[in-house]
């Protein structure tokens, strides 16, 4: 036989529970035009080349750029097409790691494992230490607040800005003091790498 204590203790679980339930869909963000939004779930059975994507970026023109392994994806809504090594010798692989666009319009790529790209839209190019990079061993890409690219390389960073070349950068100051303060970049080769960052 139930006591009447265990009754009352079972009746106030019971609507302290209701309660709860309540007060968690109260707080709940409804809104009346929920209905005006559609997910859409793309794969390779829609063009894209690999079911997984390491970058996702809107360009200023309106196309929707994927870094992929294997190659980058520019989707116009309809579309993907794949850019690779098999027909643009520029990529040392097909595994793009990062992606990021430049005021001027170009998009840059760092593709595994130590390769720098950049793309107009109509070529690719890459980058060593004849374009006045410390090093062609390319680590790690990040675009500035203020728009300008970083690089990290073997050697140390190199930054381009307002659509110049990009320099060699082998400043005396520690590089830590170089990066934007939210700037996270990989230096030195992978037995010996770190990382530099800046305290926000």
């Not at 009746?11 to 869909?25: D, E, N, P, Q």
């Not at 392994?69 to 027909?87: C, Q, S």
């Not at 793009?96 to 170009?106: I, R, Y």
């Not at 374009?131 to 381009?160: F, K, Q």
Request: with cysteine; charged share 25%.
């Amino acid at each position: 036989m139930v006591s009447d204590s265990a009754k009352k203790h079972a009746f106030i679980s019971h609507l302290t529970g209701r309660v709860l339930a309540l007060m968690l869909v109260a707080m709940i963000p409804w809104r009346s035009d929920a209905a005006d939004y559609l997910i859409e779930h793309w794969g390779t059975a829609d063009g894209l080349p690999v079911n997984a994507v390491n970058r996702i970026m809107l360009d200023r023109t309106g196309f929707l750029w994927m870094a992929t392994f294997d190659g980058l994806v520019r989707f116009d809504g309809h579309r993907f097409v794949t850019f690779a090594a098999n027909e643009h010798p520029e990529f040392s692989s097909n595994r793009v790691l990062e992606l990021l666009q430049t005021d001027d319009g170009l998009i840059w790529l760092h593709v595994d494992p130590t390769t720098l790209l950049s793309f107009d839209g109509r070529q690719f190019r890459r980058y060593g230490d004849d374009d006045g990079l410390p090093d062609s061993l390319v680590w790690g890409i990040h675009r500035d607040t203020e728009g300008t690219l970083w690089v990290s390389t073997e050697r140390g960073l190199a930054r381009r800005s307002n659509q110049s070349a990009i320099p060699r950068h082998r400043p005396k100051r520690p590089a830590a003091e170089l990066l934007p303060r939210t700037a996270e970049l990989p230096i030195g080769d992978a037995a010996r790498r770190c990382r530099c960052r800046t305290h926000c």
